[in-house]
């Protein structure tokens, strides 16, 4: 008799158990908008408790990382949490804010974070005209590590020459304007910033090709090749690379560096990040 009340009450935890789970897995797969009713333990239960691992985890995200989770089943919450932040879950170029950090190295400026018309860095200074294509202008960090990097690479027979450099405000718009005259706004979004959302309007992002042949095809020369190997060792990274294009907003630009400093560079030149993960992960976190 005592055996059988023993399994009348294994049986129902067990239903008990069984019934919650299905439970969680049944929210999991509804809309975003029933999760309003969950408490916020419940949802922070549905990510895994990553809040705990995550330090740049942001409690006021939580519906948007569940309804990414959700639409991204087979990313690791981790990634969940960094996408969300850089804010890979709303269109480009909604949601944006306003930079932070300007005028220092590590200023973020991509398709949610702009810079104002009016913003013009410090210290911007002209590159050795040996090293540039007529008068390019970077800020004194970035210009001083520049010259050095090119010095070095001609001395062991490499050319690499700035062709663009910073950009005001009023230069970049007549650029994109131009692209979305001949491309339509589609195309020119993929390869051309709107005013406002350049890098280059901040001094530190530099153009470069061997003087030879059109920056355009700059990966196919021996300079791209150093540039791989070297320019972290100056501070600067590949800002657009291949296959990144749903982080950056940009297409593959072999041409396009930018400066981060040394430290920062040589860390993304390891791991592989782009400067969004990078950003959030250790610059950003909260
Ligand atoms: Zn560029």
């Not at 069984?18 to 333990?41: C, Y």
């Not at 005259?181 to 051309?192: F, I, P, Q, T, W």
């Not at 300079?223 to 800002?239: H, S, V």
Request: charged fraction near 25%.
């Amino acid at each position: 008799m005592k055996r059988k009340v023993t399994m009348v009450v294994v049986v129902v935890v067990l239903y008990f158990i069984v019934l919650i789970a299905s439970s969680k897995v049944f929210s999991l797969s509804k809309d975003a908008s029933v999760n309003k009713e969950l408490t916020f333990d419940e949802k922070l239960e549905m990510l895994g408790n990553i809040n705990k691992k995550v330090r740049y985890f942001k409690n006021d995200f939580i519906d948007r990382y569940i309804a990414y989770k959700q639409k991204h089943p087979n990313l690791s919450n981790d990634s969940v949490v960094t996408e969300v932040n850089i804010g890979l879950d709303q269109e480009f170029y909604t949601n944006i804010k306003k930079s932070n950090n300007l005028n220092t190295t590590y200023v973020l400026v991509n398709k949610f974070n702009y810079l104002d018309e009016d913003f013009v860095p410090n210290k911007l200074e002209t590159i050795d005209i040996k090293y540039s294509l007529g008068e390019k202008k970077l800020v004194n960090v970035a210009r001083i590590s520049f010259e050095f990097l090119a010095k070095k690479a001609s001395e062991n027979g490499y050319n690499i020459r700035a062709v663009s450099t910073y950009r005001s405000y009023d230069y970049q718009t007549t650029l994109y304007n131009n692209y979305v005259k001949n491309d339509g706004v589609n195309n020119a979004d993929k390869y051309s910033a709107r005013p406002g959302f350049s890098e280059h309007q901040t001094g530190l992002a530099v153009d470069v090709d061997n003087v030879s042949t059109d920056y355009m095809h700059f990966e196919n020369t021996n300079e791209f090749q150093w540039m791989q190997d070297n320019a972290y060792k100056y501070g600067f990274i590949l800002r657009y690379p291949k296959d990144k294009e749903y982080i950056t907003g940009y297409t593959y630009e072999p041409w396009h560096y930018r400066y981060v400093g040394v430290e920062i560079a040589s860390i993304i030149h390891k791991s592989n990040l782009t400067y969004e993960e990078y950003y959030i992960k250790y610059i950003n976190k909260f």
